[in-house]
Every structure is written in structure tokens, then in C-alpha cells.
T-cell receptor
Framework: DAKTTQPTSMDCAEGRAANLPCNHS???????VYWYRQIHSQGPQYIIH???NNETNEMASLIITEDRKSSTLILPHATLRDTAVYYC??????????????FGSGTKLNVKP | ETGVTQSPTHLIKTRGQQVTLRCSSQ?????VSWYQQALGQGPQFIFQ???????GRGNFPPRFSGLQFPNYSSELNVNALELDDSALYLC?????????????FGPGTRLTVL
């Protein structure tokens, strides 16, 4: 029941912007898009999230299309330490404070010197 | 502020055995979610506990069960282990109705079933 699709892998030169795309064409109006990353099979780490407006924080920017069917995570100046698997996630809310994260299969970002 | 911790780090079991994995939530968090991550795949939601009750479940059989304790720590129990249960098991804690509803993940328990 995957709700997101991502490319399997991407390469990026160190110091350049990394743009990671994600499709979530079946997303509903109240479902958020989250991005996490996972390094060396450690626990995933939060990067950013959004509903319909573009978002920016100290780590990244999130661009969500107007129809909300896709989004792009932007790492403005990739470093070697940004090499990781990046997951695009749809968060579904249910009854009684229930929140479920639907993870995609992830994009392996390789940042090269 | 203590982060999410899990124990044990690694575990080896044989088919048919039972296993209990443990998770300590981040301080102040009242919700715990468990995920199974097979090699090379994204985490798959198992279930979520909020204030000691299961309030949501993914597509996992009943032999996957859990508990949440009054201090919000949690256990994942798996009975009648199968080879396909070999995976990294992640727990994540969150504060429901928090500003970001961000889930904080632990380092995981690597379970190998032989």
C-alpha cells in the first residue's frame, strides 16, 4: 500500500544542490508529506514536512506542487555527509490521535567529491 | 533530553521461537509506533500505541503484538518466528498533537531468524 514513489538512486556533486523528487498522486487533502533520511541502517532522521505550502528550514527546502501530487526535497549545498537514503512519506491521520507514516522505497543519494 | 532507545541491538533466533523487543520513548512522548524494515526496503508500519492502547495497525498478522507501559515505554512481541521476520525493527516515539507530529526513531533492533 505504498503511497509514494521515488527514484532508486541519484548522484550529486559535493557543493551542488540535490533535488530529490517524489510522486504521491493519491494523497488526500489533509495528508502531510514528510521527508526523513537514514544513514547506514540507523534510525531515520526527520528533515522537513509540509501540507501544501513550500517549506524551508536549516536543513532543506520542500517544494510541493499546487495539485499536491508530487514534491521535491532540495538540499541546497550537498556535502559528503548527506550521502544517505532519503524517504518521502505520507502521514495519514485517523481516529483517536492515530498517525501512520507510509514510507516509500527511498532514494539513495550519493554525494561525490 | 534522552532520545529513543531500543534493546537489544542485535538478536538471533530460530524459526518457531518467540522474541520480545523493547523501546524507551523520548522524554514526554506519549505515542509509540513500531516498524519493520526488511533489507533494502523502506520501513513498514506494524502498529501504534497511544496511552497504553493500540490505536492503529498495519498489515501484520496477530502473532505481532505489543504493549505500552504507564511510562510510555513499549514492547514488540513476535510469536512463532518465520524466516521472513528477519529485519530491522524500529520504534518511533512522538507527542501527539505536538506542533510537528514528528516521529523520533530509535536505532533499531536487528533480528535474524535462522
Amino acid at each position: 500500500d505504498a503511497k509514494t514513489t521515488q527514484p532508486t538512486s541519484m548522484d550529486c556533486a559535493e557543493g551542488r544542490a540535490a533535488n530529490l523528487p517524489c510522486n504521491h498522486s493519491t494523497i488526500s487533502g489533509n495528508e502531510y508529506v514528510y521527508w526523513y533520511r537514514q544513514i547506514h541502517s540507523q534510525g531515520p532522521q526527520y528533515i522537513i514536512h509540509g501540507l501544501k505550502n513550500n517549506e524551508t528550514n536549516e536543513m532543506a527546502s520542500l517544494i510541493i506542487t499546487e495539485d499536491r501530487k508530487s514534491s521535491t526535497l532540495i538540499l541546497p549545498h550537498a556535502t559528503l555527509r548527506d550521502t544517505a537514503v532519503y524517504y518521502c512519506i505520507v502521514r495519514v491521520r485517523g481516529l483517536g490521535n492515530f498517525n501512520k507514516f507510509y514510507f516509500g522505497s527511498g532514494t539513495k543519494l550519493n554525494v561525490k567529491p | 533530553e534522552t532520545g529513543v532507545t531500543q534493546s537489544p541491538t542485535h538478536l538471533i533466533k530460530t524459526r518457531g521461537q518467540q522474541v520480545t523487543l523493547r523501546c524507551s520513548s523520548q522524554s514526554g512522548h506519549n505515542t509509540v509506533s513500531w516498524y519493520q524494515q526488511a533489507l533494502g526496503q523502506g520501513p513498514q508500519f506494524i502498529f501504534q500505541y497511544y496511552r497504553e492502547e493500540e490505536n492503529g495497525r498495519g498489515n501484520f498478522p496477530p502473532r505481532f503484538s505489543g504493549l505500552q507501559f504507564p511510562n510510555y515505554s513499549s514492547e514488540l512481541n513476535v510469536n512463532a518466528l518465520e524466516l521472513d521476520d528477519s529485519a530491522l525493527y524500529l520504534c518511533a516515539s512522538s507527542l501527539e498533537q505536538g506542533r510537528r507530529n514528528e516521529q523520533f526513531f530509535g536505532p533499531g533492533t536487528r533480528l535474524t531468524v535462522l
